[in-house]
């Protein structure tokens, strides 16, 4: 069977590569909104820690305010922001 490509659409995605895929927080996927984000449905920006866990923004900010010793929910070294 012999034939022609007339046309051709490729589909892509991307993920970003996190150590966690679900937050350890609020256990909702590190992908998708926390429970404390105001606009439902869009991405909460993930926070990754020198210590190698990631957890949403939100989540890890009230966390460290709430806790007042600034340590890493997983395990419980000093939390310092580190770049993806």
């Known amino acids: 069977m012999n034939g022609k490509v007339k046309d051709w659409r490729g589909v892509s995605f991307w993920k970003r590569l996190m150590n966690d895929d679900v937050c350890g927080i609020c256990l909702e996927p590190c ?26 923004m939100h989540c890890i900010l009230k966390w460290v305010i709430s806790q007042g010793n600034g340590r890493c929910p997983k395990c419980r070294k000093e939390w310092n922001f580190a770049c993806p």
């Open 31 to 56: 992908d998708a909104s926390c429970p404390n984000c105001e606009i439902l449905g869009e991405p909460c920006p993930p926070a990754f820690g020198f210590c190698s866990h990631c957890f949403h």
